[in-house]
């Protein structure tokens, strides 16, 4: 379990326990070679204990979208709390640069520690900008290395799933529930364990995955496969065919029996006004299993064979049995054909048994929808018009298939107190540079208006008061703005020896509130699926002088002959 570290005395808060991270492979080992050999180079040169200061942030927002989801946090504290080199590592590393290191480098890596570490960060779950901090790490130049592949692997990916969530419930709606069903499809094991974590971030409602529910919390869903459906053969097949009521109070001694009344009736009303002819009966045998080993959560899958003129059908007569019965049907899933026309007659069927019958509510019965689903079906799925409830989101959400990567970077901007700059050809490129503090700034409908960059020692934005905002590489493009409201973005989540107070890791579930919230503060243009207005990401004054100072004192000089 956490330690509550806000109320310890200085210097002891970095020594406060955390869980280690999810994934037993994030150790000190699950980095890049170079990160060790550049190690042991700022050793051998006495540099080790430079304190140097680095920024995580990304450069463009994914999906073609406007805005990005952090995630990922929680992970690197843990990783962070619980950096430390054992003996094996030590031995291997030894062996990897091929004994041309010193033997006191190692004795170095023994006793490393991120006890000399600060880093701080903008809370997870919120909504997050290109170029804006998202971790600003400090430490001795050589330990912040050796964090920076580990924290990199752990942000990249939680983010981009996290934001591809959002997408995704942003097009479906408020109201809709989304399952995440991407185990099976996702990059190996991890993968599948990541996705679900941050897609529920991200806004899904449950997950397939039942590890992910142990580790997690995460709500768990799930009912049975085509296999299921096909593996009977005829009623015979069902030996104990009994059924207590939901009160317990009567028993049904042949179930089968009455679900086959049930179809009989629905027959007499359906058939009479369609040309349908039978349904198919082991699949009739299939759900009436089913409905016997789950009355109180049954969901069916009705398109093995024909979703309307048998699997809707089949439905309804086990579901109308499990109502004699106080029971109420989970509801059906579509995992093939037309899903807005399939959904939109299976919505008609459930109304008129609920007409003919009496059966209050059954009209609403759920309709859930799979099959390989992605943000665009779910767009035509709204302009055709349809009457799902529920989808259930698999390959395209947890593989990201629309984008890779995130392609966050981790950038020194700081050394020893001097401002540090990267520069390229490409204006994209270059880093931002020195300590800077990143605020959020709200205007008078409360939506945000633009995120600023400043110099760590100037003065916080007040509110009412009005700031120039600059951006950073483009010397046309300022505005004034007078907040009013302010946000300090960068919080203090592992403190070293600095004495600051650390910011408690929230629950998975308060991550997840803040996303919501997050999302529903934004100006609708900036969330926009096409076009989308962009966010303005702004540096103050003093920053947008001292960056392009340092630009022409850093850039090298050419000589024309």
Sequence with gaps: ??????????????????????????????????????AYAYWKGGKHNDRAVFDLYFRRNPFGGEYTIFAGLEECIKFIANFKMNEGEISFIRQSLSGSCEDGFFDYLRELDCS??????????????????????????????LLETPLLNLVNFAS?????????????????????????????????????????????DATSNVAAGR??????????????VSSFMSPDEIIEKSLKSA??????????????????????????????????????????????AFPDNFLALVDTYDVMRSGIPNFCAVALALNDLGYKAGGIRLDSGDLAYLSSEARKFFQSIEKEFCIPGFGKTNITASNDLNEETLDALNKQGHEVDSYGIGTYLVTCYSQAALGCVFKLVEINGEPRIKLSEDVSKVS?????????????????????????????????????????????????????????????????TSGKPRVELPSLNETRERCINQLEQMRPDHMRRLNPTPYKVSVSAKLYDFIHFLWLNEAPVGELQ
């Excluded at 809370?123 to 430490?139: D, W």
């Excluded at 580790?215 to 299921?228: K, M, N, V």
């Excluded at 945000?448 to 951006?471: A, S, Y």
């Design 247 to 292: 009160d317990g109070s009567t028993i049904c001694e042949d179930f089968v029996s009455l679900v086959q009344t049930w179809l009989n009736k629905i027959k007499a009303v359906q058939w009479s006004k369609s040309s349908n002819g039978d349904t198919n009966h082991s699949e009739l045998t299939a759900f009436t299993s089913y409905a016997l």
């Design 160 to 204: 981009l799933v996290a934001t591809n969530a959002a997408r995704h419930r942003f097009v479906a709606g408020k109201s809709k529930m989304l399952l995440e069903f991407g185990l099976r499809r996702a990059q190996g094991p991890d993968g599948a364990i990541t996705a679900s974590k941050y897609c529920y971030i991200g806004g899904f």
């Design 432 to 496: 931002i540079p020195c300590k800077k503090r990143s605020y959020r700034l709200y205007g008078k409908e409360g939506y945000p208006l633009v995120d600023i960059m400043t110099r760590e020692n100037e003065p916080i934005p007040k509110v009412g008061e009005r700031i120039l905002c600059r951006h950073p590489f483009n010397e046309s493009k300022r505005a004034f703005v007078v907040p009013q409201k302010v946000d300090d973005l960068l919080k203090c989540y592992w403190p070293g």
């Design 215 to 228: 580790l997690f919390g995460i709500p768990l869903r799930g009912t049975h496969s085509h296999a299921f």
């Design 1 to 38: 379990m956490e330690a509550n570290a806000n109320h310890l005395p200085n210097g002891e808060a970095a020594a406060a326990v955390l869980d280690s991270p999810t994934n037993p492979m994030v150790t000190p080992l699950l980095t890049d070679l170079y990160q060790y050999t550049m």
């Design 116 to 145: 000399e570490v600060e880093a701080y960060a903008i809370p997870e779950g919120s909504v997050v900008f290109p170029k804006v901090p998202l971790m600003r790490i400090e430490g001795p130049v050589a330990v912040v290395q």
